[in-house]
């Protein structure tokens, strides 16, 4: 499998994040069915930013830490989008990570 078709996979749950609702990355690789693949998820996150219809922001780890706030222009560009859609960050910490949690459905190929 290529990195590219890869991506696009991680792309198309992306964008089915509901909005005010976040994911993990090693979610969308266990929905991929590719459950050790968390850190190819970010590295396709963070290729995403000219994408303006991929909303990385929603894409944190499996804490609810936002790891990829640095790839974001702007140091508080990620939280500032996540506050925006009523999502309450404090230290770079998700409040309430459970109830803003969005699970992907997992794809059996």
Same mark, same amino acid.
């Given at each position: $499998? ?5 991506f696009?996979?991680v ?11 976040? &994911? ?7 929905? #991929?069915? /590719?459950?050790?693949?968390?850190? $190819?998820?970010?590295?396709? $996150? ?18 609810? #830490?936002? &790891?990829?706030k #640095?790839?974001?222009?702007? /140091?508080?560009? $990620? ?8 999502? /309450? ?21």
């Amino acid at each position: $499998m290529s990195n590219d078709n890869f991506f696009e996979r991680v792309y198309a749950i992306a964008k089915q994040i509901p909005y005010g609702k976040v &994911t993990s990355y090693g979610a969308i690789a266990k929905a #991929l069915g /590719t459950a050790r693949s968390a850190r $190819m998820v970010g590295w396709a $996150m963070n290729a995403s930013h000219n994408l303006e219809d991929v909303p990385a922001h929603r894409v944190v780890n499996r804490k609810g #830490l936002l &790891t990829g706030k #640095l790839h974001f222009d702007g /140091t508080n560009l $990620m939280q500032q989008l996540l506050e925006n859609e009523g999502i /309450t960050v404090i230290d770079n910490q998700i409040v309430d990570f459970e109830k803003h949690f969005w699970q992907p459905e997992v794809r059996i190929e």
